[in-house]
């Protein structure tokens, strides 16, 4: 069986592309999920998707940092996939698990994506840095008001009622009111 995991970053992103390139490919299942691909966790899509392909089967995908962005996180997935029986291959990348050669090409794609993750968390870093010393950047917006959790406070709500009004976590009230 020919399976497929399509990934972008966002939610703000399309599938559509990826979705066109599978689509000539005889795929029989497809995984989509909009979530980041730096790490694994949260990414309930892909874990359905390794449970679900079996000895034989054929998982496709349209290029490597699709899969993963971490040669750890890629490594673990093709000794998984491997282990499992299941190919791997790429629609963009002349990449898969069937010979040496392109494993090889596989396992330096894997140091490509991270080295660009890398990066760009650098850049990222560089900009926030060269904000804060212009006194330009200060963080996120505060979300919680804490004078209207004082406020509720003194009228008598307990955490939880307060944390319900406001619709946030009730630990957040309580470590508000210590402050």
Not at 27 to 56: H, P, Y
Not at 133 to 140: C, L, Q, S
Request: overall charge positive; glycine content about 6%.
């Amino acid at each position: 069986m020919k399976v497929a995991y399509l990934r972008v970053s966002s939610t703000s992103q399309s599938l559509e592309i990826q979705r066109e390139a599978v689509s000539k490919l005889n795929i029989q299942k497809i995984f989509e999920e909009k979530v980041s691909g730096t790490s694994t966790k949260g990414r309930d899509k892909l874990k359905e998707c390794l449970d679900f392909v079996r000895e034989g089967d054929e998982l496709v995908i349209t290029r490597i940092d699709r899969l993963a962005r971490s040669v750890l996180d890629l490594q673990l997935i093709v000794k998984e996939l491997n282990d499992k029986g299941v190919i791997l291959t790429a629609t963009e990348q002349p990449i898969s698990t069937k010979d040496a050669t392109s494993k090889c090409f596989l396992d330096m794609l894997g140091v490509f994506a991270e080295l660009e993750t890398n990066l760009r968390k650098e850049r990222q870093m560089e900009g926030i840095a060269k904000a804060k010393a212009k006194g330009v950047y200060k963080g996120g917006k505060k979300k919680i008001n804490v004078e209207e959790i004082i406020r509720l406070k003194a009228e008598g709500y307990g955490a939880t009622k307060i944390a319900k009004e406001l619709n946030i976590h009730r630990d957040s009230v309580y470590r508000l009111l210590k402050k």
